[in-house]
């Protein structure tokens, strides 16, 4: 298996004969945290590698450092794809994706903001959308899920910007990955706030900005707290750099 860091939280996964694209699609601005690059944006609408062939996409929530309804749907008229799963607020009639999904025949579905729905994309390769809160009282009203992914015995969680200070993610069995975010890295590492655990090989750190655009010192922190992880608890990874490859 392959993850590849397009931006942010977004995450190419290749294995088992399948490829996912997770919160991959959208515009890079400048800001807090780094959106694809032009040149990611031109090789996945174009089928180069390693976007050769996007099986589906899936998204954690509409936020628009993770979603973009103009950029999903220019992509899929240019590649396709064989399935698109939505949260609630990304599934809306007032924006030109779902008239181009039914346009196109192409299966997709917009997730019962409660859902814990559970599909078979392939023999052996599931995804369940685990609803959980969003981080920061701002932002509790958004729909937000964690991705769980197996690609037959290797299981992996995406938790994009779950609320950790209430989410526990206890009972998922051996994880071959969690992606975690830095602030919620920092709470596992720390034991402030967390209250759950993981039992897991990797820890991979994602939605960090690129070094380029890292204005306030964000892969510094994450840095200290690779430095400071016992690694008999999983091996720390940060994704940091466009299109950083990473074998699972």
Request: glycine fraction near 10%; aromatic fraction near 12%.
């Amino acid at each position: 298996m392959q993850a590849v860091l397009v931006a942010n939280a977004g995450v190419l996964l290749s294995g088992c004969g399948v490829t996912v694209l997770i919160d991959g699609l959208f515009h890079g601005r400048d800001g807090e945290f780094s959106g694809p690059m032009p040149e990611t944006l031109r090789k996945m609408e174009r089928g180069e590698a390693p976007f050769e062939s996007v099986d589906y996409l899936l998204f954690t929530h509409g936020h628009s450092d993770h979603f973009s309804q103009e950029v999903t749907a220019e992509y899929l008229v240019r590649r396709g794809a064989k399935g698109v799963f939505l949260p609630p607020d990304c599934g809306t009639e007032a924006g030109p994706l779902l008239p181009l999904l039914k346009s196109l025949g192409i299966r997709h579905q917009v997730l019962p903001r409660a859902s814990g729905l559970a599909l078979e994309l392939a023999p052996g390769v599931r995804v369940r959308f685990l609803p959980v809160r969003h981080l920061d009282r701002v932002y509790w009203d958004t729909p937000h899920f964690a991705l769980l992914l197996d690609f037959w015995e290797k299981r992996l969680l995406f938790t994009a910007d779950a609320d950790y200070t209430v989410e526990r993610f206890e009972g998922l069995g051996r994880l071959r990955a969690v992606f975690l975010n830095p602030l919620f890295f920092h709470a596992l590492r720390t034991g402030t706030f967390f209250h759950g655990g993981f039992l897991m090989d990797l820890l991979c750190v994602y939605h960090l900005p690129f070094p380029d655009r890292d204005r306030y010192g964000w892969l510094t922190a994450a840095r200290r707290d690779c430095a400071g992880w016992p690694e008999e608890k999983g091996l720390p990874v940060l994704l940091t750099e466009p299109e950083q490859r990473l074998r699972l």
